[in-house]
């Protein structure tokens, strides 16, 4: 066939994906895919045998001659059921290609659905802790246990916020957290941080210098804290003992920069690929190797820009752009 003539049809058999050559709306041939979701279909109207709710955009594609890729449910007489497929429409060669995403979804769904139980189980027995421990406080009159109990609701308050980021970043891997930009406080964002690295940054006594320039951003806070957390982190465990470590914050960027161990020329290219870490990382510290493909991954979904610059037994530097 003329708009097929660079590729043999009969090795679209071989597709997993469903493939039909159209002669406008007609199909002219159909792979085996095709045939087993779809039924023998040869001379049929693609919109007679696709039933799905956005057959609109693929009219107009295809009397425009127009390039479509989209997303719908589609029923498979076949199958019997409705099924997820990703659409391609390609007018120079009158092909339209199905791809079938049910079972990715599905498999994403059940994800979804065991940090969505995992996530409430947590918060529930958190909460009535926390309502212990408020009552607690009411009735007790020694200041010293009554610090001690202000201390253990700081501590599941702190728990509540860390179950919350579990919750956004599994959303965020598997593709359902949508960036929702507010107004927050800066400098809040950046005390709860150092909070909750205070740990780590007393264990080797490193000094943390923060330049703050603006007091309110409007980003989307799990990201923006997510990211400072993870940069402060990974800046904390891979500096030396009494060293330093600066955090900026203006309008346009966020920084962090240590004075740590650094990454060697050879290895730079790697940083960003999940459970990557370079031998000297691996002796300096513990660590999973995922606290800069997060960084990385959550730039990406908030349109954010990040630049990476380290020298090997100097330091690094990262600095993400607004």
């Given amino acids: 066939m003329e708009q097929n003539r660079y590729f043999p049809l009969e090795a679209m058999n071989w597709f997993d994906e469903v493939v039909f050559v159209l002669n406008v709306d007609r199909i002219t041939w159909a792979n085996s895919k095709a045939v087993a979701y779809f039924g023998e279909c040869l001379d049929s109207s693609i919109f007679d045998l696709l039933i799905f709710d956005k057959g609109s955009k693929l009219v107009e594609a295809i009397h425009s001659s127009k390039n479509l890729e989209f997303e719908a449910k589609i029923f498979s007489p076949k199958k019997s059921a409705w099924l997820f497929f990703s659409l391609a429409y390609i007018p120079n060669d009158q092909l339209l290609i199905l791809r079938d995403l049910s079972e990715k979804k599905h498999i ?93 940054r007393k264990t080797k006594s490193i000094s943390i210098e923060s330049k703050v320039d603006i007091k309110t951003m409007e980003q989307d806070s799990f990201i923006i804290k997510t990211i400072l957390k993870n940069l402060l982190s990974n800046a904390l465990k891979y500096s030396l003992e009494n060293s330093r470590v600066i955090l900026e914050i203006t309008e346009d960027h966020l920084s962090v920069q240590d004075f740590g161990i650094g990454i060697p020329d050879s290895e730079v290219d790697k940083v960003f690929d999940r459970f990557y870490r370079s031998p000297a990382a691996v002796k300096m510290a513990s660590g999973s190797g995922l606290g800069l493909p997060v960084v990385k991954h959550l730039c990406n979904i908030a349109d954010l820009t990040i630049d990476f610059e380290t020298k090997h037994l100097i330091g690094t530097k990262v600095t993400i752009y607004f």
């Fill in 108 to 200: 994403d769904e059940i994800k979804s659905d065991i940090s969505t139980l995992m996530v409430h189980e947590l918060r529930n027995p958190l909460g009535s802790a926390k309502s212990i421990v408020s009552q607690l406080i009411e009735e007790e009159d020694a200041p010293e246990k009554i610090k001690a109990l202000w201390d253990l609701d700081k501590q599941i308050e702190r728990l509540e916020r860390i179950i919350q980021q579990i919750e956004y970043i599994t959303m965020a891997q598997l593709g359902l957290y949508k960036p929702r930009n507010q107004k927050m406080d800066v400098k809040k964002l950046v005390d709860e941080v150092l909070e909750e690295v205070e740990g780590l």
